[in-house]
């Protein structure tokens, strides 16, 4: 679990990494007075609050003990699902090479 820990706090912080980015841009084109600046900074620190905030809300979800046998039952399903799949897959592979060869 710490490295799904790991790997979402990486994802916050790259979001984190690019609004800045955003930010540092929209400053520099930004031809607005002190009123408008600050009610931009206000809303992209809403933006960051609320992008933290639902990255809280996944690393909660994934500590959920519930959540994550949840979790393993998808991932099984998912796996047998793929399995099926890719068994039918290899079979008509076989059955074309079969008729092709007859």
Request: charged fraction near 35%.
């Amino acid at each position: 679990m710490a490295e799904v820990k790991e790997k979402w706090e990486e994802v916050g912080n790259r979001f984190g990494a690019l609004a800045q980015h955003v930010k540092d841009r929209f400053d520099a084109r930004a031809a607005f007075g002190e009123a408008e600046k600050a009610e931009v900074e206000g809303a992209l620190r809403k933006l960051g609050d609320a992008l933290e905030s639902a990255f809280e809300a996944i690393g909660d979800t994934m500590r959920d003990p519930d959540i994550r046998d949840e979790l393993k039952g998808v991932a099984t399903t998912l796996g047998e699902a793929l399995s099926t799949t890719f068994r039918e897959v290899a079979d008509g592979i076989d059955q074309r090479i079969k008729r092709s060869s007859s």
